[in-house]
């Protein structure tokens, strides 16, 4: 079954238009084809046998021509000899040419578009005679989600693999779980993600290697993902989360992780700045590659070189080139224009030779004889130091033997460096190991940089990059606790040396009760230092924290929307924190809020903790926008001293029309200072002491629990068969049930427990029977529709061209003929599964709520009806699919709903067929739609989400 999603344009979103790669060729006849693809090919002249192949898989709306004239693969093959397979999705199969990385009919071992692009492989091993042991895949966002599920679907057809602003194997299936994975992201323990792709075969043999790439600015994909990635595939290869070699790659973080013989299995490039897309250098060097355009997007480092060096497509060495400097000579005394060059050669290519001066970068050469020309009247009389330092073709890098040069007839410099500590800022309280940071300036560069504690040396910091920050990890458990003073001196090749004024800080081991600076000093790659945040915030590229490489923020965004939609809306992110004897609070945010229609429009922004407000700024009928950062310094939070609380920030904006309001917000620096207690992690012990296990229960059963804990229990849950019964917040905790509520039958009782920190214990050991009078007498349940599988599908007259309704949000499920002249059904889901298995459904019927409309569709033609399908399961998959439009139900027309302009309608009882095509183990669906088609823009939309309701009368025998 085939499947056609317009909300598809949604999932990895791609846009992109470039000039057709005109060597390509289309090849037919390549297999059974089960995902109906196109197969496109790109083969150079001259390749040999056994050469590599690579498959590349381009984004959404892209074609197959498009995304190798972009991205720089087909001039690879020509350099390297390696054939290039690039498979072509059809709108046919989805409205915007995605490959469905989230359909479970496509991304499953033998079948769907998994088995087509696999019979495509097949048939260029046939034609090419290319080596079985070298097969790459690599893509672009969903072409990135579909390289995912080649690697985990046939591990012994591929070598490698490169995921590009992807999603890892398995994240989900279906529309609003591809959402999800998408953003906010999926996050699963390592050996959660292993198992997904353990399960997709029954490989025994070695495992791809994959390289992952990401935007750190990604908003269509969240970076979050490539963490999600990485600890899937490390956990694959059985090795941990913990890089072996991090450096940069073009100057952005590159990290590797080896398995124990030190092999590279898994790597890593984050792209700072950069969103949704792919990374290009356009150019004709040798690492250069690509064209810049929509989502290709020019960062100055072509991933595909880098990728295919990854993979070993580059046939080079790993030995790295021999340089030396061959003038001047060491000792020289130099003055005015002098010729710097070096020797350097290697046993494949050198690419480039850099000539440093005094650490810094004075030029560099492509091409033998390397050299450059240093004015030497411009750096100051005295000494200097020169350095070389060659790349060779496969990226390997050597360093000459630095000499020391003086120079006369230069510029006297007795001018001091300024430098400044920028980090930590005056009264910051200090413990753990921190990274001190520094910026440093001079007219003629600063050779090195000296932090002091108490005017003793602390340590000489260090550079990642030509341009500061000069930095040094300081660990200060070796420190006093107490008041301190920190200093920073830097020094010029001419000996000068600049300070700045002493920074008083105080080190205490007593650590704080939080500090968040969302910086990913813990490589999680999700920008949360500290665990236990929740809510809907997300990380954002701004920060305030200028000390910490690739710090981000925690934002959030509150609209009334965009499309009528009126009432408060709100966004927040929150989480548990044990607080000391004098806990104050400081935080660093940025606000945007607007709310300037009418009188009764407001914006705000709110800090609480229980729900009490400890700050706020707040607008109505007018606007506030921070220009800058703004440092909300040492609130404080002594009411709730020696407390464990909830910290909340939130945004919510209100709106009475159809105009938007808003409140955004980016929060940073988040620190609660003076704390004297560690945060409570112990979750509180529970015992369900009655019913006991193993017995009979009837009419209202009391429910009873013990609970304990180091702190307090501030609430005990009570469930029957993972359905939450209620909850006690007083002791004794007890609960009474009403059995004859629910059907006779076996039920597993549990009891959750929880602290005011949020730690949870459950006690779930205990099994009762309900047992109420035999046959009983006719029972009801009432389900409510699910909003995750929830839609509209819009179609042409005759069905063709269906496509998923994206305005559900805003407008409600659609019925009839829009104005865009596309008829429209509706999908409702139920989840039934708490029918009895033996149940006799007596009747049913659905109840809908009207949202809005136009015309009357029910005259048109005249006596339409609006009928309903059911379908025992789920049409392929539970989420609305552009297939369900002309699926064939298991009863057709089983109700119908008369007309209705407002408020509730509940439909006609289902006939029979209805009744038997209910399912009692799992989900029912049904299918709302016309009978004829409206011969005008004549329509009804309803509330979806949980607003529709199927209620089953039954029996038990």
């Known amino acids: 079954m085939r499947r056609h999603f317009g909300q598809a344009a949604l999932l990895c979103l791609v846009f992109s238009i470039a000039p057709s790669a005109q060597a390509l060729t289309e090849v037919t006849g390549f297999g059974s084809n089960p995902g109906n693809l196109k197969m496109f090919k790109f083969v150079p002249s001259g390749l040999p046998a056994n050469a590599p192949l690579v498959v590349a898989l381009h984004g959404c709306a892209q074609s197959a021509a498009a995304y190798d004239a972009e991205t720089g693969w087909e001039a690879l093959a020509n350099r390297w000899k390696f054939a290039l397979l690039l498979p072509q ?81 398995n994240c989900g299936t279906g529309v609003s779980a591809a959402f999800s994975c998408m953003n906010p992201g999926s996050d699963l323990s390592p050996t959660q993600w292993g198992n997904k792709v353990r399960a997709a075969s029954s490989h025994s043999g070695s495992w791809p290697i994959v390289s992952i790439w990401h935007g750190d600015a990604d908003t269509t994909v969240r970076p979050v993902n490539l963490t999600e990635s990485m600890e899937q595939w490390t956990n694959v290869h059985g090795i941990d989360q913990t890089a072996d070699l991090q450096d940069t790659l073009g100057g952005y973080p590159h990290k590797v992780y080896k398995d124990a013989a030190g092999v590279p299995k898994v790597e890593t490039v984050l792209i700072t700045g950069m969103g949704h897309g792919t990374p290009v250098d356009p150019g004709t060097g040798e690492a250069q590659c690509g064209t810049a355009g929509a989502y290709i997007l020019d960062v100055n480092l072509c991933s595909s070189y880098y990728i295919g060096r990854f993979w070993g497509l580059d046939n080079l060495d790993n030995v790295p080139p021999s340089v030396s400097l061959s003038a001047p000579s060491a000792g020289a005394a130099v003055s005015g224009s002098v010729t710097v060059s070096a020797n350097a050669s290697d046993a494949v290519g050198v690419a480039q030779v850099e000539f440093l001066l005094d650490g810094m970068l004075l030029g560099s050469d492509a091409s033998a004889p390397y050299s450059v020309i240093w004015n030497s009247a411009t750096s100051a009389n005295g000494s200097h130091i020169l350095q070389a330092r060659a790349t060779d073709l496969a990226g390997n890098v050597a360093s000459s033997s630095a ?31 921190v990274t001190l940071s520094a910026d440093a300036n001079d007219n003629f560069g600063v050779t090195e940089v000296t932090f002091l504690l108490d005017g003793a040396v602390l340590g000489t910091g260090n550079r ?92 959030g965004a509150a609209s009334s929307g965009l499309s009528c939609s009126t009432g408060l809306k709100t966004q927040f992110f929150t989480r548990s924190v044990t607080l000391g004897a004098n806990p104050r609070l400081s935080y660093a945010r940025l606000l945007n809020l607007k709310a ?50 909830t910290l909340r920030f939130e945004v919510g904006a209100n709106a009475n029309v159809c ?25 509180p012990t529970v ?37 939450l019964l209620g909850s006690d917040t007083e002791a004794p905790f007890s609960l009474s049930w009403n059995s004859a509520s629910v059907a006779n039958g076996s039920y597993a009782l549990m009891a959750k427990a929880y602290d005011p920190a949020g730690n949870v214990g459950s006690d779930d050991d205990t099994q009762v029977t309900v047992s109420n009078g035999g046959t009983g007498g006719t029972q009801v349940l009432s389900f409510s529709s699910e909003d995750a599988n929830d839609g509209y599908i819009k179609a042409n007259a005759d069905g063709s061209s269906p496509a998923i309704g994206t305005l559900e949000s805003s407008l409600g499920l659609a019925l009839g003929r829009g104005s865009d002249s596309k008829y429209n059904r509706a999908m409702l889901s139920f989840d039934t599964s708490t029918l009895p298995d033996n149940a006799v459904i007596l009747s049913a019927s659905l109840s809908v709520t009207y949202r809005s409309g136009s015309g009357d569709p029910w005259a048109s033609p005249a006596g339409n009806t609006l009928v309903i399908d059911v379908i025992n399961g789920c049409l392929g998959g539970c989420g609305v699919e552009t297939s369900d439009y002309a699926a064939t139900a298991s009863a057709s027309a089983v109700a119908e709903l008369l007309k209705f302009t407002n408020g509730t309608q509940n439909s006609s009882a289902f006939n029979s067929s209805g009744l038997g095509a209910i399912n009692r183990s799992g989900r029912t669906q049904l299918k709302l739609r016309f009978s004829a088609n409206p011969t005008a823009t004549r329509y009804v939309t309803i509330n979806g989400a949980t607003a529709a309701t199927l209620r089953v009368e039954y029996q038990v025998p």
């Open 464 to 555: 990642s990059a030509q341009a500061g920050p000069w930095t040094l990890d300081w660990n200060t458990t070796s420190t006093s606790n107490g008041s301190h003073s920190l200093s920073v001196q830097a020094r010029d090749a001419a000996g000068n040396v600049g300070s700045d004024s002493a920074t008083s800080i105080t080190v205490t081991q007593n650590l704080p009760a939080l500090d968040e600076t969302f910086s990913n000093r813990d490589n999680a790659g999700d920008y949360t230092d500290s665990t236990g945040w929740s809510g809907s915030f997300v990380a954002n590229a701004a920060n305030a924290t200028a000390s910490i490489s690739g710090s981000q923020s925690a934002y």
């Open 659 to 683: 105009l938007e309001a808003w409140a955004r917000a980016n929060i940073d620096d988040i620190r609660i200072a003076n704390a004297q207690q560690d945060a409570d992690v112990t979750p």
């Open 403 to 433: 000499i020391s040069v003086s120079v006369s007839g230069g510029v006297s410099d007795t001018s001091a460096p300024t430098v400044d500590l920028v980090f930590p800022s005056p009264g910051a309280t200090l413990s753990g190991t």
């Open 89 to 169: 999705q059809q709108s046919g199969n989805n409205s915007s040419s995605c490959f469905n990385w989230f359909e479970a009919g496509d991304i499953a071992r033998g079948s769907g578009e998994a088995l087509s692009i696999k019979q495509m492989v097949d048939r260029m091993r046939s034609d090419h005679a290319t080596d079985a042991t070298r097969s790459y895949v690599t893509g672009l966002s969903a072409g990135g989600g579909m390289t995912a599920v080649m690697l985990a679907t046939y591990p012994d057809v591929f070598a490698g693999g490169a995921i590009v602003a992807g999603i890892p194997y």
């Open 596 to 645: 300037n229609t009418n009188s009764s429009y407001s914006a705000y922004f709110k800090v609480l903790v229980n729900g009490a407000l400890v700050d706020q700024q707040s607008v109505s009928n007018s606007t506030y926008v921070d220009s800058a950062w703004q440092r909300r310094e040492d609130i404080s939070l002594s009411t709730y001293a020696n407390q464990t609380v």
């Open 687 to 723: 015992n369900l002491t009655a019913p006991v296990n193993g017995s009979t229960v009837s009419g209202t059963a009391t429910l009873s629990a013990t609970a304990s804990d180091g702190t307090s229990v501030s609430k005990v849950e009570f469930y029957a068969n993972g359905s």
